[in-house]
């Protein structure tokens, strides 16, 4: 069923707009002594550092995983760089 375009409907779309996040983009050659917060941190491990770039086995391959350190533990773990892609999972600098 048709109905007129409402106020109501505009305004919803804009807000939409307004609360698209758009994707991080990272350069993976530069995410070495980046800062990141969990969005979910977990044994108060909130602020994490990376601190080595795992290089594949091939020479000259691209960077598959970083190693990060927890600020508050100095435990580490390696993950592969593009999960820090995900907003619902990482943050960019230290919130």
Same mark, same amino acid.
Request: aromatic content about 10%; charged content about 20%.
């Given at each position: 069923?048709?109905?007129?375009? $409402? #106020?109501?409907?505009?305004?919803?779309?804009?807000?939409?707009?307004?609360? #698209?996040?758009?994707?991080?983009?990272?350069?993976?050659?530069?995410?070495?002594?980046?800062?990141?917060?969990?969005?979910?941190?977990?044994?108060?491990?909130?602020? #994490?550092?990376?601190? $080595?770039?795992?290089?594949?086995?091939?020479?000259?391959?691209?960077?598959?995983?970083?190693?990060?350190?927890?600020?508050?533990?100095?435990?580490?773990?390696?993950?592969?760089?593009?999960?820090? $892609?995900?907003?619902?999972?990482?943050?960019?600098?230290?919130?």
């Amino acid at each position: 069923m048709w109905r007129p375009h $409402t #106020f109501a409907d505009t305004y919803a779309e804009s807000l939409c707009k307004m609360c #698209f996040i758009p994707p991080l983009h990272l350069n993976p050659k530069k995410l070495l002594l980046s800062k990141w917060t969990a969005v979910a941190p977990q044994n108060k491990e909130k602020h #994490f550092l990376v601190v $080595t770039l795992v290089m594949p086995d091939a020479v000259y391959g691209p960077i598959e995983h970083v190693e990060l350190e927890a600020v508050h533990s100095r435990q580490r773990c390696v993950l592969p760089w593009r999960d820090l $892609t995900d907003a619902s999972r990482w943050l960019q600098g230290w919130k």
